[in-house]
């Protein structure tokens, strides 16, 4: 059995990258391709900024193809901040 120990040191882009900073981005998806982002709310469809999508009433539809809440898929990544 042959056992191969690496060990990585850090180069000048991995330490660059340590200090850029990232925020979280929680938005929610319909499969029509409409986008809900909390932060951002939805003025049109009458959803306040900063409304959580969880506090949207189970009743919503989608503003563009009027699909039910249940459609609707989080999506999470990270984005510099």
């Known amino acids: 059995m042959k056992v191969i120990s690496q060990i990585r040191v850090p180069n000048e882009e991995d330490k660059s990258m340590s200090n850029t ?3 979280k981005v929680h938005i929610y998806q319909c499969p029509c391709g409409y986008k809900y982002d909390p932060e951002k709310g939805d003025t049109q469809a ?5 409304t ?3 506090e949207l009433p189970d009743q919503l539809t989608c503003p563009r193809c009027q ?3 249940l459609h609707f898929r989080e999506k999470k990544f990270s984005i510099p901040a």
């Open 21 to 23: 900073r990232f925020k």
């Open 46 to 50: 009458g959803w306040a900024p900063g």
């Open 52 to 54: 959580p999508f969880e």
């Open 67 to 69: 699909r039910a809440k």
